[in-house]
């Protein structure tokens, strides 16, 4: 999140909202000033430089984590800083529109998971803002692209959308007034900072080689490198070289350290082309799980900031054999296909429909430590499904529900998401129908999970009609991964289900 915006669908028109100091964006930094006061935007930039141990950026990669930051008597979760950047967009458009906003489209990196969804919505909330759904970012911009094609012509989209931190990749189909998902894949720890972090690297070891100095630990150097190398990065995107100047950096035994650097566009590739490479995974497995080869796709579309770099271009036409990506997208797609998709929600905008989907597969781990997957990757939402759990042991009456996010066939190399404990069920046999599992997955990607009793044929007299659920949140995750790493997990395990193939319940239930 380098940036946030927020637009308004008026009439048939989207209207980018400025913010206090006239800007169609505004900075995603945070900062604790040493008074113990919150900047937002712009005046938290401004001050980065002398402030960095406490200025927070991309603070979207911690939602759903337990990541806090405290000066003095202030602490912040990642959530706090969501919500106080999300607080100041709308407020800027209550300014500027001189009315309250009742509800808001939020879009996501395409790979976030389901806790970090349901951060996001929480912070939102606590911001005054209701979502009213959460979408995808390279879907947002699909409906940039999507509302203007002509409706009789179907097109096969692939978005590259590259931003600061997060990689994100889909497959999507236009045709007849619906944009559909076909699939999605990306990467959440990879954006152009990490092509920044290069260039400072570099810097930093040509620094340690004229002046024998380490510049690491000197964090306004560090602030300075980086602004830098963003600049130079930039720079690169339409220049064969750049020029790097920043004089007293430090002092070395009394000398001002100075840097003064050439850097090529050639040197540039060389030291980031592992980060080039890593680009390609999420493209070839978005187009294997659609089922859709380069050659029939009819536009790559890349958007975000870091896709300027010329090496990204050239290196979505070798993956798409040959084809040349439309780079013509408004650096504004994503939250102007967020407001279009708010005035489908609203009526204002009727021929256009839009089918999203999970960007991971959700399951329950198995008494064989296997994850049983109730929801597939890529099945468009809102979706439901459910497994029927068995019983593992004799006489059981406790059933245990370890909820499941990913993609491995070990449940332990999946990331956990909640545990329910479905008790005070009656005695049955070994292998017995027990309990059916629903996952309910909602248009914003957020997931409700019950554990209910099936009523079984043979004991109609026993039957309690016991259930329990949850909603996947950050706290649900937090707490289930602790219990799975604790000793008390090793007697649980004992009570996981084993699955029937089908979620069907028994006669009589």
Partial sequence: MTNSAIALFEGEDVRL???AEGALTTPSLVAITETGDILVGTPAKRQAITNPDYTIRSAK?????????????????????AE????????????????????????????????????????????????????????????????????????TVLIFDLGGGTLDVSLIEVSDGVVEVKATSGENRLGG?????????????RVWDRYRTDLAENAEAMQRLQAAAETAKIELSSARTTTITLPYLTTSEGAPVH?????????????????????????????????????????????????????????????TDGRQPYRGLIPEGIVTGAALQSGVLAGGHKDTFL????????????SD???????????????????????????????????LEGERERASDNRSLAVLELTGLPRHPEGTPLAEVTFDIDANGILHVEAKELRGADSAAAFTGRSCSTTVNRSTTADATALVRSPRWQSLRALLPGVQPAPVQPPGS
């Fill in 17 to 19: 909202i400025p913010n």
């Fill in 61 to 81: 990669l911690k939602l759903g984590t337990d990541w806090s930051i405290t000066r003095g008597t202030v602490r912040l979760t990642a959530e706090d800083v």
């Fill in 84 to 155: 106080h950047i999300l607080r100041r967009l709308r407020e800027d458009v209550e300014a500027y529109v001189g009315r309250p906003l009742g509800a808001a489209m939020l879009t996501v990196p395409a790979n976030f998971g389901l806790d970090q969804r349901a951060a996001l919505v929480e912070a939102a909330d606590r911001a005054g803002i209701r979502a009213w759904r959460v979408i995808n970012e390279p879907t947002a911009a699909a409906m940039t692209d999507g509302l203007g094609q002509d409706a009789d012509n179907a097109l």
């Fill in 193 to 205: 900072d990490d092509w920044d972090r290069r260039i400072v690297q570099h810097l930093l070891r």
């Fill in 259 to 319: 840097v003064e650097e050439t850097l090529t566009r050639r040197e540039f590739e060389s030291m980031t082309r592992d980060l080039l490479e890593r680009c390609r995974g999420p493209v070839e497995r978005a187009l294997r799980d659609a089922g859709i080869r380069q050659s029939d796709l009819d536009q790559v579309i890349l958007t975000g900031g870091a896709t300027r770099m010329p090496a990204i271009g050239a290196l979505m036409s070798t993956i």
């Fill in 355 to 366: 089918l999203d989907v999970c960007s991971a597969s959700l399951g329950l781990e198995t």
């Fill in 369 to 403: 430590g296997r994850m049983a997957k109730v929801i597939e990757r890529n099945t468009t939402i809102p979706a439901k499904g459910g497994k029927v759990c068995v019983t593992n042991a004799r006489h059981q009456t406790t059933l245990v529900v370890h909820i």
